[in-house]
């Protein structure tokens, strides 16, 4: 076995569980698993036994407006999961979490209590060859009050936020090139472009993979420490906005200013790249700068 | 968009004329398009399972291949030319953790593999909506296989480049 990390380094520790507790508490009826992947087949090639399927695409937009579901259709997909509002939901998935951390990051936003990723995700789960399996087993039959409200004011940023928030630090998670300008869109996902390159004024670039470790776990907390607090110079502000192309790659960014480093406010937004990029008179600066606040 | 291409073929020397589905491929379209999105997914999953093991050739060496970053998980393809038949075989490789890329490559496979230079380049790029799989998998996932397609076709260009002044002189 491999030592377990001592979750206890972290501002939440509890936001934050470990494959082995997953393994120790899948069948906890209080628990409900959901995997949330880049890759929509994967979940059915074999998933933690127990585990049910979230996709962000089709599972947490509204089909409509460009915006997640509302209160009421939050709480019936909830409740078609087996999840109530005293359900732990443990979310994992491909790529170093980075759905799972945005999904729950959605789930934030309708006020569920408790909220957890698996350490490592799925790449984790599999490499310590645990049970992988393709039955899906039906959640059980639970009802789930809608909410009263989708909270987009705590945790969410929109484009106006953004323009109310100069001067105060902000990251940019998307990979060098796409911050500097030199291209639109990040490696490996061409023509998901913007039609300009660069970055909003003044905010740091710290891509989101450097604070995860090789095998997609979360780096320690005094190396992401180091990372923001530090070299990105987050100091101890107490609001940041995390942004990247569309809201993913930032979640997973969003979840470790939050609860790993348990700075006050942090905010995502999920607008991101694609909406200031291609957005009319809105600022943008270009180069490995951050650039100077506009209008100071 | 690329309905006009199609409403028009009379008038288009050329190719866009020649814009129709090599048979190999219309049957993957027929398959795809008669069933519902949930069903379109088990198909494309069930796709991913039958891409073709790599000949031993390539197998350990992708760098003897080329890499379709738009991808986003990796996937690396190759052709192999027989000029006299003027055909083209088609290699992919892909991870098992990336079934819905491996799925695309597979439904290309099937539908390409083997045949001649210019049916292949005559495919209609709009090939991931007529399979139907707009509303199953979203933008962003099916550009990885109009990518996959649009080398596939560029490699046989540049290939048909290269040999083209030897067949002239």
């Known amino acids: 076995m491999t030592e377990e990390k001592d979750f206890s380094q972290y501002a939440h520790p509890d936001a934050l569980v470990s494959t082995e507790w997953v393994a120790q508490h899948k069948e906890d009826p209080s628990v409900v698993l959901l995997e949330s992947n880049e890759d929509v087949l994967l979940y059915e090639t074999g998933h933690i036994p127990g585990a049910q399927k979230i996709d962000w695409h089709t599972d947490l937009n509204d089909p409509v407006t460009r915006d997640f579901l509302g209160p009421e259709q939050f709480a019936e997909f909830a409740a078609a999961k087996g999840i109530t509002p005293d359900t732990t939901v443990v979310f994992y998935g491909d790529k170093s979490n980075w759905w799972a951390a945005y999904a729950l990051w959605v789930f934030t936003l309708f006020g569920h209590a408790d909220l957890r990723l698996m350490d490592g995700g799925r790449q984790k789960w599999a490499a310590e060859g645990r049970e992988l399996v393709t039955e899906v087993t039906a959640p059980a039959q639970v009802s789930y009050p809608a909410p009263s409200q989708r909270d987009d004011s705590t945790f969410r940023a929109f484009r106006e936020d953004v323009l109310a928030h100069f001067g105060k630090p902000m990251i940019d998670v998307r990979s060098p090139m796409e911050y500097s300008g030199e291209r639109t869109h990040m490696e490996g996902y061409e023509q998901e472009g913007a039609l300009r390159g660069g970055h909003i004024p003044s905010a740091a670039s710290v891509p989101w993979a450097k604070a995860a470790n090789e095998d997609g776990t979360f780096r320690s907390r005094a190396e992401l420490e180091e990372i923001y607090t530090e070299q990105a110079g987050l100091g101890k502000a107490e609001e940041v906005i995390a942004y990247c192309r569309i809201g993913e790659r930032s979640s997973h960014t969003w979840f470790v200013l939050q609860h790993l480093l348990g700075y006050g406010n942090v905010r995502n937004y999920d607008g991101s790249w694609t909406e200031w990029g291609n957005a009319v008179r809105l600022p943008i600066a270009t180069g490995d700068q951050p650039g100077e606040v506009p209008g100071a | ?169």
């Open chain 2, 1 to 169: 968009m690329s309905q006009d291409q199609e409403a028009q073929p009379a008038s288009q020397p050329g190719d866009a004329g020649a814009r129709v589905l090599p048979e190999q491929l219309a049957e993957v379209v027929e398959e795809f398009a008669e069933l519902e999105d949930r069903q379109k997914l088990e198909l494309l999953l069930e796709f991913s399972r039958e891409l073709p093991e790599l000949p031993e050739r390539y197998r350990n060496s992708y760098d003897q291949m080329e890499e379709v970053v738009e991808c986003q998980s990796p996937l690396f393809l190759t052709l192999e030319y027989d000029d006299a038949a003027g055909t083209a075989a088609i290699f992919f490789a892909a991870a098992r953790e990336a079934p819905t890329t491996r799925g695309f490559a597979a439904i290309l496979h099937e539908g390409l593999d083997g045949l001649r230079y210019e049916e292949i380049l005559a495919v209609p790029e709009d090939l991931s909506e007529r399979l139907g799989l707009s509303k199953a998998i979203t933008p962003l996932r099916l550009r990885g296989m109009t990518a996959m397609l649009g080398r596939i076709k560029r490699n046989i260009r540049a290939h048909q480049a290269e040999s083209a002044p030897a067949q002239a002189g």
